[in-house]
């Protein structure tokens, strides 16, 4: 029993990197309708960024701000520079745009901060394993900051009028312009946005797995399958998907396929999802007009 | 079709072309000419169902890979000839192809993308697996040996095993080639463009989407098993780490720059994702993938037709200024 209370904690602490990834999704879904397939990559240099802040000898706290803001500078730079211009295109102009962008961005990581697997700090060390030795105080304290951030973003869209002018933006871009909305400035921001996010995913997952170029590719398909689990337009969906995914995954490997077939995982619940209920757990049904 | 003077001339300029290398290359420059035509052959693959078919996928790598375990499979395990394990690859992929067509008829284009991604990023930890461990070798892979020329041909031809394996790939994916210019110039060829530029047409004016759809997958994934097949003999070795997702994105690269929706282009294609890594590696470990990115991304942004599309711009320009 007790082993098994540990998968599941374990479980529930992946699953809140998976959930704060799977936010970052849901938020470029919200603002664009498409999903970014560089979203793991643009994440990992994020971290490596923050390596680099740490490492000059800021302060954690300060570090993790100013990766904050220059994965929103990022992430609004992306869209401007290099999806604006294809903004009508095709899809498979997107989807090549997107794994240009993942070979660039992380091969440019690897180049840049090398290829050896590092340390990373966490700002939640030296407490002791709390809640009779279940968590540890960094599972504790990554789940409490996916929290924090997902509460932060559903404030952000329900409560301010920046957040109602972007779901407008994405909802109908066409309308959302006659009533005054820079429809083009809320792409860019949901961009922003959604790099932050996902930069926040990095810092959280580095201590866990160690900071290496190709770090994020298992979470981003684990992020996937939660965002696709919760439901891709629904932020707090997603943020239950991702929770759900770790759970899954976790006792899936311990007592159904062993480790070695963990990304299988991944693959079976996207696929079972997006054929059985395409809208997610928590999803809107869409009906589209023919 | 009409075969003109001309034409008849370019076919055979092509045949000598395709051919001259056999005494022109040394070995090593030999090999990475077949492996160039098996990317080619294994991109006219993923050209048939994504450029032809708009069903976007990136994990053709996973075509791929099972054509080449099964080909290593029945040589090194079974001791077949490496002819009669041709077939049974193309069935084998054929068949899985048509397997992963049914659910993505459910998905449109972007969570195809995604579902297909996701397989090619699972490929490896598959192959790996134990309960496949007697037969794929695990980790280790397995170990395979080109095969020799026979003595009819050598007593006319003195050809070695290298050259006879060029002559090889190069008879079987000629075969492919023609066959798929066959089908897509043909009724179902239209038919496949049709669904994908507009499936309510198509299926208004009769035709069966879903049975295009499978079928476009199922002959993708033949095609692409076949050059798995082929490769793993020209390597004589197949690992689950050569087949990880990155191989995937090779093809769909190779694809947007030799042309999507064209079967020249696939050649292209093929001869691009060859060539260009080698260059690009003695620059930094890291500059192939930096520069196949940016290549990607530059053809999108000004050629989105691909190589094949620059060459048909050439050529429409140069005919009309004669008349």
């Given at each position: 029993m007790e082993a098994f209370l540990l998968q599941?904690?374990?479980?529930?602490?992946?699953?809140?990197?998976?959930?704060?990834v799977a936010l970052a999704i849901v938020m470029i879904y919200q603002a664009t309708h498409h999903v970014n397939f560089a979203q793991g990559e643009m994440a990992t240099l994020s971290t490596f960024i923050a390596l680099t802040m740490i490492q000059a000898g800021l302060p954690y706290w300060m570090a993790f701000a100013g990766t904050l803001v220059v994965s929103f500078v990022m992430g609004a730079l992306v869209e401007r520079l290099i999806m604006r211009p294809v903004q009508h295109a095709p899809i498979l102009t997107h989807v090549g745009v997107y794994i240009g962008m993942l070979l660039i961005i992380g091969n440019l990581t690897g180049w840049v901060f090398g290829y050896t697997i590092q340390?990373?700090?966490?700002?939640?060390?030296?407490?002791?394993?709390?809640?009779?030795?279940?968590?540890?105080?960094?599972?504790l304290g990554s789940v409490a900051v996916t929290l924090a951030v997902l509460i932060l973003v559903y404030l952000f869209f329900t409560k301010t009028s920046l957040g109602l002018a972007m779901r407008a933006a994405a909802y109908n871009p066409r309308s959302a312009r006659l009533v005054g909305i820079r429809v083009d400035v809320m792409l860019a921001l949901g961009w922003g946005l959604a790099a932050a996010i996902g930069s926040v995913a990095g810092m959280m997952v580095a201590p866990i797995v160690f900071l290496d170029p190709n770090m994020m590719l298992g979470i981003l398909l684990y992020a996937f399958a939660g965002a696709l689990l919760g439901g891709i337009d629904n932020p707090p969906g997603a943020v239950m998907g991702g929770f759900l995914v770790g759970i899954l995954e976790n006792l899936a490997g311990a007592y159904i396929?062993?480790?070695?077939?963990?990304?299988?995982?991944?693959?079976?619940?996207?696929i079972g999802v997006l054929v059985l209920k395409p809208s997610g757990l928590f999803g809107r049904v869409v009906f589209t007009r023919v | 079709m009409s075969l003109s003077p001309a034409r008849f001339l370019l076919v055979l300029l092509g045949l000598a072309a395709a051919l001259a290398p056999l005494w022109v290359l040394e070995s090593f420059h030999l090999f990475q000419l077949t492996m160039a035509v098996i990317m080619a052959l294994a991109v006219l693959g993923l050209n048939i169902v994504t450029g032809y078919n708009g069903q976007i996928s990136l994990g053709h790598g996973a075509?791929?890979?099972?054509?080449?375990?099964?080909?290593?499979?029945?040589?090194?395990?079974?001791?077949?000839?490496?002819?009669?394990?041709?077939?049974?690859?193309?069935?084998?992929?054929?068949?899985?192809?048509?397997?992963v067509g049914l659910p993505a008829l459910r998905l449109g284009g972007l969570y195809l993308a995604l579902v297909t991604f996701s397989l090619a990023v699972a490929v490896p930890q598959l192959l790996k697996h134990k309960a496949l461990e007697a037969w794929t070798g695990g980790v280790q892979g397995l170990f395979l040996m080109k095969?020799?020329?026979?003595?009819?041909?050598?007593?006319?031809?003195?050809?070695?095993?290298?050259?006879?394996?060029?002559?090889?790939?190069?008879?079987?994916?000629?075969?492919?080639?023609?066959?798929?210019?066959?089908?897509?110039?043909?009724?179902?060829?239209?038919?496949?463009m049709a669904t994908r530029d507009h499936p309510t047409a198509a299926e208004a004016m009769g035709m069966d989407i879903a049975a295009l759809k499978t079928g476009a997958f199922a002959v993708s994934a033949m095609i692409t098993g076949i050059a798995g097949a082929l490769s793993a003999v020209a390597v004589e070795f197949v690992a689950p780490d050569s087949f990880t997702f990155l191989l995937s994105i090779t093809f769909f690269v190779g694809m947007v720059v030799g042309g999507v929706a064209s079967i020249l282009g696939s050649l292209f294609g093929g001869l691009f994702v060859l060539f260009v890594p080698n260059i690009a590696e003695s620059i930094s470990r890291a500059a192939p993938g930096v520069i196949y990115g940016m290549i990607l991304i530059?053809?999108?942004?000004?050629?989105?037709?691909?190589?094949?599309?620059?060459?048909?711009?050439?050529?429409?320009?140069?005919?009309?200024?004669?008349n």
């Open positions: 599941l904690t374990a479980g529930i602490a992946t699953g809140g990197i998976y959930a704060s340390m990373f700090p966490s700002p939640f060390e030296g407490g002791r394993p709390m809640l009779g030795g279940l968590f540890s105080a960094h599972q396929v062993g480790t070695d077939l963990k990304l299988t995982v991944a693959l079976v619940i996207i | 075509f791929f890979a099972i054509g080449a375990y099964v080909t290593s499979i029945l040589m090194a395990q079974a001791d077949w000839s490496f002819y009669a394990t041709l077939p049974f690859a193309a069935a084998i992929c054929g068949m899985v192809g048509y397997a095969p020799d020329p026979p003595r009819w041909l050598t007593s006319v031809l003195p050809l070695n095993a290298d050259q006879y394996m060029y002559l090889n790939v190069l008879i079987v994916s000629g075969i492919c080639f023609l066959l798929a210019w066959n089908l897509i110039r043909g009724r179902i060829g239209r038919a496949l530059i053809f999108l942004f000004v050629l989105p037709e691909g190589f094949a599309g620059l060459v048909r711009r050439i050529l429409t320009r140069l005919t009309s200024r004669r």
